[in-house]
C-alpha cells in the first residue's frame, strides 16, 4: 500500500490560503515574530533565554513554531526560507524523539520541504518507528500531547496513519471529552485545554473516514466550548497560547471563535506580540507565535501547502459508534491491538475540504482523493492505550525543602530535560520563565514563597518530552515556631517522575468505553 495520501509539492508557499480571522492582528503579530528573528553563521532562528547564563539560546522548538506562524500570516517567504534551512542543520541532534520529529515535520511542510529528507532525516521514520506494540510514540508513558503532535505531522505529510497510532490516541480521551494528565502532586487527573486542543486537530484529521475518531473529536469540540470563558478564552497558566489553539482547534470543526479571536486581539501589544499572562503588559514570544495563528485563521491542518481547511462533524447522534470496544480491565499486556505496519492499512474516504496544494504562487492541482487516515474502525480497541508503571520515565524533579516558611525561597531540580523547560508554581499560577537544561539535562528555578498563602502548592517543569511535579508546602511563621521547627536546608523532596510533552498517566477508570 501506499504511504503518501496526499501528493505533496516541496515548494515555498508564498502564504496559506485560509482567510485571516484579523488580518490585522496576525500582520502585526508576523512583524513581532520576524523582529525576534536572530542571525550568525549557523543561519536565522529563534532564541529562548538560558536561565543560569541569562544569555539568549537558539531553539529548534521556537523556530518551529515560528515557521509556522509566519507562513500562517504570509509575506515572510525569505525568512521562513532561512529558518527552514536553519532547521534542517538542527534535524540530526534536535529530531531524536517522535515530538520533536513530528514539529519538525509540521515546519518542513509548511515551509515546502520534504519531511522524509530533511537535513538527512527521514522524520516520518523516526516518528513511526518510535510507536511500540500499542501505538505510543512515548517511551515513557501514555502522552496526549506528543500522540497529537505524531498523528498531526503524519496526516499533514500524507502519509497513512498506522491504526495502532491512531488507536492509541483516542483512547487517551476521558470520560468527559477532554485530554490531559495525572496530577502527581494529587494524583488527579487533570483536564487540560491545551491537550484537548491539539488532540481535537489530530483526532478531526482521522475524522473523514473513521467515526470512532469522529465521535472523539465532537467530544472534544464540546468540551472546549463548555470549558471558554464568557469572554471568549480558557483560563490557564498562559491564557494566550492556550486560547490561541483552541481557537484554532473549534475554528477547524466549523465552531464559532469569534469571542475568541476578540479576546485575543484585546491581549496585543502595542508591538504586536502576545503576552503570557492574563492582561500582561509585556509580549512574549513563545505566546505570540502559537496564539497568533487563530488571527491567521490557521490550524495545524491547514498551515502551509495542501492543507484541510474545516472537517465537518456533523453526526446523527452523541453515542459511540458500535464497532468501539469498551475499555478493558485486562492487564496491559493482554489489550489487543493491531501489529499491522505502517503503510498496510486499506484505504478510507478523506476528510472534507481539502484544499489545493500549491506548486507555486498564483498555481495548483487538486489533492488526490487518497486517504489521511485508513484506520478501519475495528482494527484495534479504543482501550489498546496501557497504563504504564512510571518507573520507565527519566525525568524527575526535587526540591530543597518539602516544607517552607512563608517568605522563604526555594530550589527546585529537574533532571532528565532534553528541551526548554518552563517553570510554574502553583495554586495561582506563577510563571517562572524558561530555561535551556544543561549538558547533564539538569535545570533548577530558584523562587520565592512571599506571595503564596499558607497551605499545599507545586511547581510544574515542563518540557516539550516530559513534565515534572514536586509538591510543596508552605507555613504561616507561627506554626513552623510554635512546633519548634526549622526547615531542613538540605531536604530533599521525594522525585516525581514525568511523562512526555506536559502529559501524565490517564488511569484508565476515567477513559471513556467505546
Known amino acids: 500500500m501506499t504511504a503518501l495520501a496526499v501528493?505533496?509539492?516541496?515548494?515555498?508557499?508564498?502564504?496559506?490560503?485560509?482567510?485571516?480571522?484579523?488580518?490585522?492582528?496576525?500582520?502585526?503579530?508576523?512583524?513581532?515574530?520576524?523582529?525576534?528573528?536572530?542571525?550568525?553563521?549557523?543561519?536565522?532562528?529563534?532564541?529562548?533565554?538560558?536561565?543560569?547564563?541569562?544569555q539568549p539560546v537558539p531553539s529548534p522548538s521556537t523556530t518551529t513554531e515560528g515557521v509556522l506562524a509566519l507562513v500562517a500570516a504570509g509575506g515572510h517567504t525569505a525568512e521562513v526560507a532561512?529558518?527552514?534551512?536553519?532547521?534542517?542543520?538542527?534535524?540530526?541532534?534536535?529530531?531524536?524523539?517522535?515530538?520533536?520529529?513530528?514539529k519538525l515535520a509540521l515546519a518542513a511542510v509548511a515551509a515546502g520541504s520534504d519531511p522524509r529528507s530533511y537535513g538527512g532525516v527521514d522524520l516520518i521514520t523516526t516518528i513511526t518507528s518510535a510507536a511500540d506494540a500499542q501505538g505510543s510514540l512515548s517511551a515513557w508513558g501514555p502522552d496526549g500531547f506528543g500522540q497529537s503532535l505524531g498523528v498531526l505531522a503524519l496526516v499533514r505529510s500524507g502519509v497513512t496513519v498506522p491504526p495502532a497510532i491512531a488507536a492509541y490516541l483516542i483512547g487517551l480521551q476521558d470520560a468527559d471529552g477532554s485530554f490531559g494528565y495525572l496530577d502527581y502532586s494529587t494524583g488527579a487527573y487533570v483536564a487540560d485545554p491545551d491537550t484537548t486542543a491539539l488532540a481535537l486537530q489530530a483526532v478531526a484529521g482521522l475524522a473523514g473516514g473513521d467515526p470512532a475518531a469522529k465521535f472523539a473529536a465532537v467530544k472534544a469540540r464540546d468540551w472546549l466550548v463548555a470549558h471558554r470563558t464568557a469572554g471568549g478564552y480558557w483560563d490557564a497558566y498562559?491564557?494566550?497560547?492556550?486560547t490561541g489553539y483552541a481557537g484554532i482547534a473549534l475554528m477547524l470543526v466549523q465552531s464559532d471563535v469569534s469571542a475568541s479571536v476578540a479576546w485575543l486581539a484585546g491581549q496585543q501589544r502595542p508591538d504586536g506580540g502576545l503576552p503570557a499572562s492574563l492582561g500582561g503588559t509585556s509580549s512574549d514570544l513563545y505566546a505570540t507565535v502559537q496564539g497568533m495563528l487563530l488571527f491567521a485563521g490557521e490550524s495545524l491542518l491547514s498551515v502551509g501547502p495542501g492543507g484541510t481547511d474545516r472537517v465537518s462533524l456533523a453526526t446523527t447522534g452523541t453515542t459511540a459508534p458500535a464497532?468501539?470496544?469498551p475499555v478493558s480491565s485486562a492487564p496491559v499486556s493482554s489489550a489487543p491491538v493491531s501489529s499491522a505496519p505502517v503503510n498496510s492499512a486499506p484505504a478510507s474516504s478523506a476528510p472534507v475540504s481539502s484544499r489545493p496544494v500549491s506548486s507555486a504562487p498564483g498555481s495548483s492541482r487538486p489533492v488526490s482523493s487518497a486517504p489521511v487516515s485508513s484506520r478501519p474502525v475495528s482494527s484495534a480497541p479504543v482501550s489498546s492505550a496501557p497504563v504504564r508503571s512510571t518507573a520507565a520515565v527519566t525525568a524527575a524533579g526535587s526540591i530543597t525543602a518539602p516544607t517552607v516558611r512563608q517568605g522563604g525561597t526555594l530550589t527546585v531540580t529537574g533532571t532528565g530535560f532534553s528541551s526548554t523547560v518552563r517553570g510554574t508554581v502553583r495554586s495561582d499560577?506563577?510563571?517562572l520563565g524558561t530555561q535551556q537544561p544543561d549538558s547533564s539535562g539538569t535545570v533548577r528555578f530558584t523562587f520565592t514563597t512571599a506571595d503564596l498563602a499558607p497551605g499545599a502548592h507545586t511547581v510544574t517543569l515542563r518540557s516539550e518530552e516530559s513534565t515534572v511535579v514536586v509538591a510543596f508546602t508552605v507555613v504561616g511563621p507561627s506554626t513552623l515556631a510554635s512546633a519548634g521547627a526549622d526547615v531542613p536546608p538540605a531536604a530533599l523532596a521525594g522525585a516525581i517522575v514525568a511523562l512526555v510533552a506536559g502529559i501524565g498517566?490517564?488511569?484508565?477508570?476515567?477513559?471513556?468505553?467505546?
Do not use: C, I
Open 7 to 54: 501528493a505533496l509539492v516541496w515548494a515555498l508557499p508564498g502564504r496559506s490560503v485560509a482567510a485571516p480571522l484579523h488580518g490585522a492582528a496576525a500582520t502585526a503579530a508576523a512583524s513581532y515574530v520576524a523582529a525576534q528573528l536572530k542571525t550568525d553563521a549557523t543561519g536565522t532562528y529563534l532564541e529562548t533565554v538560558d536561565f543560569f547564563s541569562g
Open 82 to 102: 532561512a529558518m527552514d534551512a536553519w532547521l534542517k542543520k538542527q534535524a540530526v541532534a534536535y529530531g531524536t524523539s517522535a515530538g520533536a520529529a513530528a
Open 238 to 242: 498562559s491564557p494566550s497560547n492556550t
Open 323 to 325: 464497532t468501539s470496544a
Open 429 to 431: 499560577p506563577v510563571d
Open 505 to 514: 498517566l490517564l488511569v484508565s477508570s476515567r477513559r471513556r468505553a467505546r
